[in-house]
T-cell receptor
Framework: NAGVTQTPKFQVLKTGQSMTLQCAQDMNHNSMYWYRQDPGMGLRLIYYSASEGTTDKGEVPNGYNVSRLNKREFSLRLESAAPSQTSVYFC?????????????FGEGSRLTVL | GNSVTQMEGPVTLSEEAFLTINCTYTATGYPSLFWYVQYPGEGLQLLLKATKADDKGSNKGFEATYRKETTSFHLEKGSVQVSDSAVYFCALMTTDSWGKLQFGAGTQVVVTP
């Protein structure tokens, strides 16, 4: 059982470069999320998708865009990377907004912006 | 707005010691409360949860009780093992948050043999 799969696991970018983080889940979940994890700040929500076809901003959306490609896939794009976006990014999924609160996380993508 | 405050780490313990990680919250209404755990190199996974006041969540020897009067959800384990070394996150979800979790900063726990 793959669960939530993120790619790439590691990436180094130069300031101004663009990239897309890919995420796919095989649990038939309705909702998907992108969080970033920074030391001392826990996880902060970047964007989420409550269901296929919808996306909404979270706590820290600036500098990011997302696409809910289909029910399985939810990608995060950095159009012009900045050093402040150096972080570990986690994709997560859940059954839906009326859920139990259980999110299933991928293993994370460590991004360094020089 | 909603917020979660956890005790700072790292917390270093010897094997078989008692563990407590404090968590307090601020939220409107009646949130559900969670503890997530992140083992080295992995994503977070749900450890336990409580959805209403006085509920006790438990799993893998860990327990936490939802205390509305003190707005707290402290995590405890009576006898830790080296394998419990991880980062622990307290989190809350309100009924109007559309399934989104608000996380605390995390507390690193290191258990030595």
């Amino acid at each position: 059982n793959a669960g939530v799969t993120q790619t790439p696991k590691f990436q180094v970018l130069k300031t101004g470069q663009s990239m897309t983080l890919q995420c796919a889940q095989d649990m038939n979940h309705n909702s998907m999320y992108w969080y970033r994890q920074d030391p001392g700040m826990g996880l902060r929500l970047i964007y989420y998708s409550a269901s296929e076809g919808t996306t909404d901003k979270g706590e820290v959306p600036n500098g990011y865009n997302v696409s809910r490609l289909n029910k399985r896939e939810f990608s995060l794009r950095l159009e012009s990377a900045a050093p402040s976006q150096t972080s570990v990014y986690f994709c997560a999924s859940s059954a839906g907004q009326h859920l139990t609160g259980e999110l299933f996380f991928g293993e994370g993508s460590r991004l360094t912006v020089l | 707005g909603n917020s979660v405050t956890q005790m700072e780490g790292p917390v270093t313990l010897s094997e078989e010691a008692f563990l407590t990680i404090n968590c307090t919250y601020t939220a409107t209404g009646y949130p559900s409360l969670f503890w997530y755990v992140q083992y080295p190199g992995e994503g977070l996974q749900l450890l336990l949860k409580a959805t209403k006041a006085d509920d006790k969540g438990s799993n893998k020897g860990f327990e936490a009780t939802y205390r509305k009067e003190t707005t707290s959800f402290h995590l405890e384990k009576g006898s830790v093992q080296v394998s419990d070394s991880a980062v622990y996150f307290c989190a809350l979800m309100t009924t109007d948050s559309w399934g989104k979790l608000q996380f605390g900063a995390g507390t690193q726990v290191v258990v030595t043999p």
